[in-house]
């Protein structure tokens, strides 16, 4: 079993620097894979309403707690859905996620996306008026503040956000004068997030990667095909998907790596060191070609509202509403 290496968090909690994603996982896949993580020594699981599977999840903790681990040597993220932003509906789905999970608490419930849907009417927008719609009124500000409300109920340790650009960190802590303790965002080579992640790591705010490996979302090559990643996979004798891992981890994020096959879940968790060599020569596959793979508005249905100002979003109609 490997060694779980941890990083300190701001509220002296200590986060597992490998944890396991289940976001994309088919139905009945991640009960099985949480199982063999956590058998091979992952202690950190990253989870999330949409993903809708944290039944299957709650299925696999039974499994193995008590009889592998004890639960507070586990880390769970979670994580709340657009649809429960208003201030009435942030604890209720807390609630609901922890039913689902069998479980008294989570270690860390962050905003998963910075902008809110109206309650009741699905998981995404969409055009037929009986899914999802925005909700325009309902800002980050007001959620942010029955977030920070969740810990002194001890149904979570601390509270953070995912997706959040540093303005939108710094509109909800100039309301509040609370931090989040960590942003979780997409991050690997492609998108190296470096800017961000000296505001965050000036504020005292972790940043956890999730995409570590990138994906093919956009029908674009795979990262873990890159000739530079490839070239130093098979210098260390490593693979491609561990190199990537070792980029994330080397950069100082914590990394959740998605599978749900036992040889590849037990292989991501086997850290490799890069050294400072072979970290610049990964880290120049994103020098002028920065990648960002996951955007809702590129899916369908659209979410039309801008969430990064990036090129993609010009034709968004509506901005996200701070505060």
């Known amino acids: ?51 809708e599977n944290q039944d299957e999840v709650g299925r696999a903790l039974k499994k193995v707690i008590p009889s592998v681990v004890k639960r507070e040597d586990l880390f769970i993220t979670s994580k709340l859905w657009n649809h429960s932003h208003q201030p009435d509906q942030v604890e209720k789905e807390l609630d609901e996620t922890l039913k689902l999970l069998g479980l008294d608490y989570v270690d860390l419930y962050l905003v998963h996306w910075p902008v809110a849907f109206v309650p009741g009417r699905g998981f995404y927008p969409s055009d037929d008026g009986h899914q999802a719609v925005l909700d325009l009124e309902t800002s980050l500000v007001d959620t942010w503040k029955a977030m920070i409300k969740l810990p002194a109920t001890g149904k979570v340790r601390a509270v953070g956000v995912s997706n959040f650009t540093m303005d939108y960190i710094k509109g909800i802590v100039a309301a509040t004068g609370v931090k989040p303790v960590v942003n979780q965002v997409e991050a690997h080579p492609l ?37 530079a990643v490839k070239e130093v996979a098979q210098k260390l004798g490593a693979t491609e998907a561990q190199v990537l891992v070792a980029w994330g981890a080397h950069t100082g994020f914590s990394v959740i790596p998605k599978s749900v096959q036992e040889d590849r879940i037990i292989s991501n968790f086997k850290q490799v060191e890069l050294s400072k060599e072979d ?27 801008s969430l990064f100002d990036e090129p993609e979003e010009k034709n968004a109609k509506y901005k996200v509403k701070v505060q």
């Not at 994603?21 to 896949?29: A, D, F, I, L, V």
């Not at 970290?279 to 659209?302: L, Q, V």
Request: aromatic share 10%; charged share 20%.
């Open 1 to 51: 079993m490997s060694f779980q290496k941890v990083l300190k968090l701001s509220t002296s909690a200590e986060i597992p620097e490998i944890g396991l994603g289940t976001w994309m996982s088919k139905p009945h896949e991640v009960e099985n894979a949480v199982e063999i993580a956590v058998r091979n020594g992952y202690r950190h699981l990253d989870l999330a309403m949409i993903y």
């Open 191 to 227: 998108l190296p997030q470096l800017e961000l992640l000296e505001f965050c790591r000036t504020s005292g705010i972790h940043i956890t990667a999730y995409s570590p490996l990138g994906n093919n979302l956009k029908g674009k090559p795979k990262l873990t095909e890159h000739p």
């Open 279 to 305: 970290y610049e020569k990964i880290s120049a596959i994103g020098h002028n070609n920065h990648t960002r793979f996951n955007i809702p508005y590129g899916y369908t249905p659209m979410w039309d509202i």
